[in-house]
């Protein structure tokens, strides 16, 4: 934190005046915007501080969490950190913990990181044990999180714990829904009831999208036209046979007005029928 500016890390770095006074804010629920996030362990009190300096090495974790508890297994806290939009590229997370002399031994830490929400399994970890800030100082501990995400789009490389199904490729993230497509169409069921797959790579006979309306008729998709005067819908736009002008008036080969029809016996014609 800014308040700790001599520029070295590890325990018993502090400056105590200006921790004290920054301490007594916090307990107070004042000034938690200098840092990302604020673990207090002790609701009732709070006299002094671990700042975690927690910075990510090769990726920008879309959020963090912070836990600690005694060596006893006493005094267990945790809180979650949504990464902030406005956080630049690579900025480490600051996340002070409030403490208070409740928590005398050791403290035992870990600071999970995550590709993208914190409600997934965590990309990288780290668990620690530090001594117990002395009381008005505000110690601060440095945690470095490796993980890779090379093209930069968010999603971490499958080999360091993320879900990237293609981590040279930013247009290319995480695992994506597949369809069945059993007419081979292109388009996949758009069957509420239809079996879909979350992968990288679709299986066989499955496509990337829900469009095709009718799954067992290879003429019948979003990618036809209304090619068939035949009372089906063609293109799946809602609209059956739209594109033949279905009864509208017409003038019958023998004379007369009549209206247009599908002719039975070709299904890509009209007919005039009165
Ligand atoms: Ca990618
Ligand atoms: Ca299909
Ligand atoms: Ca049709
Ligand atoms: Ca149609």
Same mark, same amino acid.
């Given at each position: ?32 915007q ?11 009190t ?6 975690l ?90 945690i ?6 090379? $093209?930069? =789009?968010?999603? &971490? +490389?499958? /080999?360091?714990?993320?879900?990237? !199904?293609?981590?040279? #490729? ?43 309306c009718? $799954?067992? =008729?290879?003429? &019948? +998709?979003? /990618?036809?036209?209304e090619?068939? !005067?035949?009372?089906? #819908? ?41």
């Open positions: 934190m800014m308040a700790v500016a001599s520029g070295c890390l590890g325990i018993g770095c502090t400056v105590p005046e200006t921790d004290q006074f920054t301490l007594e804010r916090l307990c107070e629920g004042q000034g938690s200098a840092f990302e996030g604020v673990l207090r362990a002790d609701p009732s709070c006299d002094r501080g671990l700042e300096i927690v910075q990510p090495m090769g990726f920008n974790p879309g959020c963090i969490r912070a836990a600690l508890w005694a060596k006893d297994g006493t005094g267990a806290a945790s809180t979650v950190v949504p990464r902030n939009p406005n956080m630049s590229h690579g900025a480490a997370f600051h996340v002070v913990a409030l403490l208070s002399d409740a928590l005398r031994d050791e403290l035992r830490l870990e600071v999970d990181a995550f590709e993208q929400t914190c409600d997934a399994a965590p990309v990288t970890s780290h668990a620690f044990t530090v001594g117990h800030p002395e009381k008005g100082q505000i110690a601060q501990s440095l470095e999180l490796p993980a890779l995400d090379a $093209d930069g =789009d968010g999603f &971490i +490389s499958k /080999g360091t714990g993320g879900t990237d !199904c293609n981590d040279s #490729d930013w247009s290319i993230k995480d695992k994506i829904l597949w369809y069945p497509d059993m007419d081979g169409d292109g388009y996949g069921s758009n069957s509420n009831t239809a079996p879909v797959v979350r992968a990288c790579s679709g299986p066989s006979q499955y496509a990337n999208n829900n469009r095709d009718n $799954d067992n =008729d290879s003429l &019948i +998709s979003p /990618g036809q036209a090619l068939r !005067c035949d009372g089906r #819908d063609d293109n799946c736009d809602n609209r059956v046979d739209e594109a033949f002008n279905i009864g509208a008036t017409c003038v019958l080969p023998k004379g007369g007005r009549g209206v247009i029809t599908c002719d039975p016996a070709n299904p890509s014609r009209i007919t005039c029928t009165g």
